[in-house]
């Protein structure tokens, strides 16, 4: 029987301690000067236990449990009134997740039959908004999230299948279409096409992210100014900040079920013209709309504290990152906004100080310590 890889792991690691241990006695026996107490304060393991499995892989954890905490005893509607609204309004779409959460549709047997899906579906969506930005990811062969990515499909054989035209017919199985990048990067840029190509007169849509060029911005409305949203993002994530910072509407909402970019909404909201936002989340059953706007005001921080919160995100656990063993997010909040300031410095430039490394590291020995529970 073929063994896990955390049963691998788990038996390597133990013959490690084992040989370390051996080590130890033989120093002690022979009269070497062994401090035990200082020996026994440390992991005696191949890989940090705190922030890797046995088998060496990253610890992994609950995001939602932020979102959980910055929700608490926020009121969240299952839909915004139109007067709330108004005329100006933009609704924001991460197409990716839109995708996936269509799924193969049973009507369809084309990519232009999946197109007109998607786009009656965006259409719906965006019934009372004048504008909608319909936004995708970029899919790079050095990509940090590849590893993630990877992860997510290891059980799933990834079959290329080019998306060129509207009569491709739709692959018999579509997790194994949607395993591969290049089918995502292909559909992405389709769908792009298709949604300029037939959106309605009295709507303004605007798609980015999806073409080949990984700046091109196209709007379905000439007379709109699209060239302040040309960027080299990766992430639909990234992108849907910058088209909020750069909106001009008065009302923006933002359909997406994520919670790293509900912590960057809730980061750059005071970047943001307009002074009501909403995240669009839960699912069709079950649909909330979060007050971005609320959750701000309640959280009472001032702008630079705000901004650090991302790197907070990522240093306590993420898509890419490894989560802390014994401790959740809602312990580490409790820290970042009493201890905040030992995050200064988390992103601002490529290479980090010595200085901010180490605050990052007093950072979180704040819990290990006994200094905060």
């Known amino acids: 029987m073929q063994q896990s890889d955390t049963t691998t792991g788990r038996r390597k690691t133990i013959k490690a301690d084992r040989t370390i241990l051996q080590r130890v006695i033989t120093a002690y026996e022979a009269g070497r000067a062994v401090n035990l107490d200082r020996i026994l304060t440390h992991e005696l393991f191949v890989v940090p236990l705190a922030l890797a499995k046995v088998n060496g892989q990253l610890r992994t954890g609950s995001k939602t449990v932020l979102a959980d905490v910055l929700t608490a005893d926020v009121e969240c509607h299952d839909h915004v009134e139109a007067t709330d609204l108004g005329d100006a309004t933009t609704l924001i779409i991460d197409g990716q997740a839109l995708v996936i959460a269509i799924g193969k549709p049973k009507t369809a047997s084309t990519f232009g039959d999946f197109a007109y899906v998607f786009i009656e579906t965006v259409l719906q969506s965006g019934t009372p908004f004048k504008r909608i930005d319909v936004l995708f990811d970029r899919y790079y062969d050095t990509s940090i999230k590849s590893g993630t ?154 702008t630079d504290v705000l901004q650090l919160m991302p790197g907070f995100h990522a240093l306590t656990g993420s898509d890419t990152t490894s989560y802390i063993a014994g401790h959740s997010k809602k312990t580490w909040f409790s820290v970042f906004k009493e201890h905040h300031y030992m995050l200064r410095g988390l992103g601002d430039s490529p290479t980090l100080s010595d200085e901010t490394v180490q605050n990052a590291e007093a950072f979180i020995c704040k819990v290990y310590d006994g200094t905060q529970q």
């Open 149 to 302: 990515r990877k992860r997510r499909m290891k059980h799933t054989v990834a079959v290329r299948r080019p998306v060129d035209n509207r009569d491709v017919p739709l692959p018999a199985k579509w997790d194994n279409f949607m395993a591969h990048k290049d089918n995502k990067s292909d559909l992405a840029r389709f769908l792009s096409q298709q949604l300029i190509l037939h959106a309605p007169p009295h709507k303004t849509i605007v798609t980015s992210g999806g073409f080949s060029n990984e700046e091109r911005v196209e709007s379905s409305e000439p007379a709109v100014y699209v060239k302040s949203l040309e960027a080299k993002h990766e992430e639909a994530d990234t992108r849907t900040i910058l088209h909020c910072v750069r909106s001009t509407a008065s009302r923006i909402v933002v359909s997406a079920r994520d919670t790293d970019l509900f912590v960057m909404l809730i980061a750059f909201f005071n970047m943001i013209m307009c002074k009501k936002v909403w995240m669009k989340a839960g699912t069709p059953k079950r649909r909330k709309f979060i007050p971005v706007h609320y959750i701000v005001d309640k959280l009472q921080m001032d």
